[in-house]
Nanobody, 115 residues
């Protein structure tokens, strides 16, 4: 059974960077797609970015394109989300999950961007 666990959140100032990690345990397949999502206070959860485990193909939401970078380390089964030029509207709980067939959502990791 595949499990995903995110970490790396914190408090940063506007313009700073942060890197989130998502450890994927269990057997996955090359077409498995890991997505990052976020949920700001009072808002619905939204898609941020995703990466296909096999090819490394990536996709981003328009709101983060050019500032965030998703990557994977296949040796440690970890997916990273490098977040640069953070803005206050990036304050949210960030989650990783299977993009196509989401599992139960974890606790996420809190990212707070102060202005």
């Amino acid at each position: 059974q595949v499990q995903l666990a995110e970490s790396g959140g914190g408090l940063v100032q506007t313009g700073e960077s942060l890197r989130l990690s998502c450890v994927v345990s269990g057997r996955t397949y090359s077409s498995y797609i890991v997505g990052w999502f976020r949920q700001a206070p009072g808002k619905e959860r939204e898609f941020v970015s995703a990466i296909r485990q096999g090819t490394g193909g990536t996709t981003y939401s328009d709101s983060v394109k050019g500032r965030f970078a998703i990557s994977r380390d296949r040796t440690t089964n970890t997916v990273y989300l490098q977040m640069n030029s953070l803005k206050p509207e990036g304050t949210a709980v960030y989650y990783c999950n299977n993009l196509v067939q989401p599992l139960d959502w974890g606790q996420g990791t809190q990212v707070t961007v102060s202005s």
